[in-house]
């Protein structure tokens, strides 16, 4: 995809506080230090356009973006991190169910895994919650480039078997050198597109 503008728009908890569903929505999640910012910034070809911390569960918000004026990206508070309060935790589960549970442009929810992690079970909560929304989920493999690539291929594999997915469906990432964001953003649009075609037929999406 060829960028032409991104821009922040608002950050919100509720659902009164949302921007309108009007373009399509792919929603983005995962861990604290996943490298969430890191990878959105790489897919818009923005160094600051969501802000990086060194500091794991600083995006305590859910963060809206548009993208050439038609698409919109949300940034999700990361989950998992000990150090994160007590209160940010209990709210934390509401406040994202709360966002699939009901956002109807919402087409796709990029999971980012670290590819150094075998998935845990905050992973897997969250992977049933999408199923049981009905949101498709788009898994990406972070922080490649802290492997080789032989390693790489048997971490995906690994991570593979216990997602019981397709080593192949599982997205290769690294904001350094830019692996795997051509094959995300082709992602998306398939996912676009997909969504674009049942609304044309007359289907749910």
């Keep these: 995809m060829i960028i032409k503008s991104a821009e922040f728009v608002t950050s919100a908890v509720k659902r009164d506080q949302y921007p309108p569903p009007q373009f399509p929505e792919v929603a983005f999640a995962g861990r604290s230090n996943v490298g969430k910012s890191s990878l959105i910034n790489t897919l818009v070809n923005r160094k600051r356009l969501v802000k990086t911390s060194s500091t794991p569960g600083r995006t305590q918000l859910i963060n809206f973006f548009t ?3 038609g698409l919109m990206l949300v940034d999700l508070p990361g989950y998992g ?5 007590a209160a940010v935790k209990k709210n934390w589960g509401p406040m994202i169910e709360g966002y699939l549970s009901g956002r109807e442009s919402l087409l796709a929810v990029v999971l980012l895994m670290d590819l150094r992690r075998i998935p ?3 992973e897997l909560t969250f992977i049933q919650w999408l199923t049981h929304y009905d949101v498709p989920a788009v898994p990406v493999l972070t922080k490649a480039d802290k492997l ?3 390693n790489q291929s048997k971490q995906r594999s690994a991570i593979a078997r216990v997602l019981n997915v397709a080593p192949e469906t599982l997205t290769l990432f690294s904001a350094k050198t830019r692996l795997g964001r051509e094959a995300l953003w082709e992602k998306i649009d398939d996912r676009i597109g997909e969504a674009i075609h049942s609304h044309v037929d007359g289907e749910p999406t």
């Excluded at 991190?81 to 309060?85: D, I, L, M, R």
């Design 67 to 69: 993208v050439n004026g």
């Design 81 to 85: 991190y000990a150090k994160v309060p």
């Design 120 to 122: 845990q079970a905050e």
């Design 148 to 150: 080789s690539k032989t």
